[in-house]
């Protein structure tokens, strides 16, 4: 299965600044996905984020708020811009390991506080 | 809105004994149900998958098994052990989409 990492694996931001979190993984794959997983809480899908594509956001998340980049079939990008506290949760990317699989592994995960 | 229904929120369970989760779903069109294990402080883990056409699937000690006229799948841990003790998320895909739905989560504590 692919090797997924992801920077930084925690940081703590002032309200009103910005954290963009990076998602590599060791092959190429089609599809990354973004999820957002709260304290003791269970995932919800932010975006879909597959190469030469613009992402697809789930309802209740939009691009100005979560921007993401997808440059190469490698590497994510996803932005949490003009961070509430609200925000504080663990920011997770996964991959679909093969084409079609329906297969998803997930990073480590990025902590993000806000405060 | 699609929705996976996990039970129980948390389970205790003693060393040796069977660890018993189940799940739920409503959109008929999904056709991937995997189990992730998820242990504190790291990403969940692709445990078990199952599709629709068998009605269990067994890897070592973990079994699912499906039901697909109730709509429900279960995972089954045989020989629990304390290392075992994390959250388990039942989650299901299909219906044109490779977006995963997930379950509440069930937090396993297996005690010696």
């Known amino acids: 299965s692919a090797v997924i990492s992801q920077k930084p694996s925690r940081d703590i931001c002032q309200r009103g600044t910005s954290l963009t979190i990076q998602c590599q993984v060791d092959?190429?794959?089609?599809?990354m996905f973004w999820y957002r997983q709260q304290p003791g809480q269970s995932l919800t899908l932010i975006a879909t984020?597959?190469?030469?594509?613009?992402?697809?956001?789930e309802s209740g998340f939009v691009i100005d708020k979560f921007p993401i980049s997808r440059p190469n079939l490698t590497f994510s990008t996803l932005t949490v811009s003009n961070m509430s506290p609200e925000d504080s949760s663990i920011y997770l990317c996964?991959?679909?390991?093969?084409?079609?699989?329906?297969?998803?592994?997930f990073g480590p995960g990025t902590r993000l506080t806000v405060t | 809105q699609q929705q996976v229904k996990q039970s129980p929120q948390s389970l205790i369970v003693q060393k040796g004994g069977i660890s018993i989760i189940n799940c739920a779903y409503e959109?008929?069109?999904?056709?991937?149900f995997p189990w992730y294990q998820q242990f504190p402080g790291k990403g969940p883990a692709l445990l078990i998958a199952i599709r629709p056409d068998v009605s269990e699937k067994k890897e070592g000690r973990f079994t699912i098994s499906f039901n697909k006229s109730a709509k429900q799948f279960s995972l089954h841990i045989m020989d629990s052990q304390p290392g075992d003790s994390a959250t388990y998320f039942c989650?299901?895909?299909?219906?044109?989409?490779?977006?995963?739905?997930f379950g509440k989560g069930t937090k396993l504590s297996v005690i010696p």
């Open positions: 984020a597959n190469q030469g594509s613009e992402a697809t956001y």
């Open positions: 996964s991959v679909e390991d093969r084409p079609s699989s329906y297969e998803q592994y």
């Open positions: 092959s190429q794959v089609t599809m």
């Open positions: 989650a299901a895909a299909g219906a044109g989409s490779y977006q995963l739905t």
């Open positions: 959109n008929t069109a999904f056709d991937y």
